[in-house]
């Protein structure tokens, strides 16, 4: 049996994925993985570049259309054949050790379902890749900007569990993500890990970040601010919506109204029209 399915979704990421395919198979855990990349219908040359890459054994999807990053992943998902799933963003580069590392995560604890580790960016510091649920409190002090701050995103310097991980650097037990029914699909991008997380939380499976595994991220992705802005707050509406009550979600609705509000409100006095562009595309997402 393949102990691990590395699962890459790519969407214009012709300028990464080579590094990444070649990362990944240097340091090949002695072989015992599969690749799959389930490409969004880019508009630039990665799957040309992809097809170039014919040393090395990968199983390649390609969508007619983006689906977005949540049913993308569910459709490599459905195609791999690992243990282990392991979902790694395209701009990203592999470093020595790491899946093994996060497997024996896994070995150590029958109960774990979901392991997170380390991402480290160009300037060589640690992404906030693990973080809290985002109840009432929690939005409150995103919508102020005071997430990292006050600890609701974090990077642990020791393996410790966690309420979630990022989903740009996830490893799931194969039969735990298909119990849990794979990423919520109504989630385009953002929010859609933590999200499973808490579901498997639910289901008394522990997720846990270990920052002994390490993958470096080289690139700022291929969505745009405004596209990730939007799609943050569709997200958190909808996971309050899911997991809260009808109080919560009016009380998170007008955090969100307000902080969209008053940065339209400030893009227009500095005179940044894509400030005002972002926040009010923000706002068609929430009314």
């Known amino acids: 049996m393949i102990k691990t399915s590395i699962i890459v979704l790519t969407y214009n990421s012709a300028a990464h994925i080579e590094k990444l395919v070649k990362s990944i198979y240097k340091y090949n855990i002695n072989g015992n993985f599969e690749t799959v990349i389930v490409d969004n219908a880019s508009q630039d040359d990665t799957v040309g570049k992809i097809l170039q890459l014919k040393s090395y054994d990968l199983k390649l999807i390609q969508n007619k259309e983006n689906v977005g990053f949540s049913k993308g992943i569910n459709i490599g998902a459905k195609e791999a054949s690992g243990k282990y799933l392991l979902f790694i963003n395209p ?14 995560v896994f070995e150590k604890d029958e109960g774990t379902g979901i392991v997170g580790g380390k991402i480290i960016n160009d300037s060589g510091k640690s992404e906030k890749s693990a973080g809290k649920f985002l109840g009432i409190l929690g939005t409150l002090i995103l919508t102020l900007g005071l997430d990292e701050a006050l600890g609701f995103r974090f990077s642990p310097g020791q393996l410790q569990e966690v309420d979630f991980v990022s989903g740009g650097f996830m490893m799931v037990r194969s039969d735990v993500f298909r119990n849990l029914g794979g990423f919520d699909e109504n989630y385009f991008m953002y929010v859609e890990d933590m999200d499973l997380c808490l579901r498997a939380k639910k289901e008394n499976y522990k997720t846990y970040f270990s920052p002994s595994a390490i993958i470096l991220h080289k690139g700022q ?30 009380l998170i609705k007008s955090l969100l109204v307000f902080k969209a509000s008053v940065l339209v409100l400030l893009g227009k006095i500095i005179n940044n029209k894509y400030l005002v562009l972002s926040y009010k595309e923000a706002l068609k997402s929430i009314v």
């Open 91 to 104: 701009d990203t580069q592999w470093n020595d050790g790491s899946i093994n590392n996060l497997i024996s």
């Open 221 to 250: 992705g291929s969505s745009s601010r405004s596209f990730a802005i939007k799609n943050i707050y569709k997200g958190l509406i909808y996971f309050n919506k899911k997991h809260g009550n009808n109080l919560s979600l009016l």
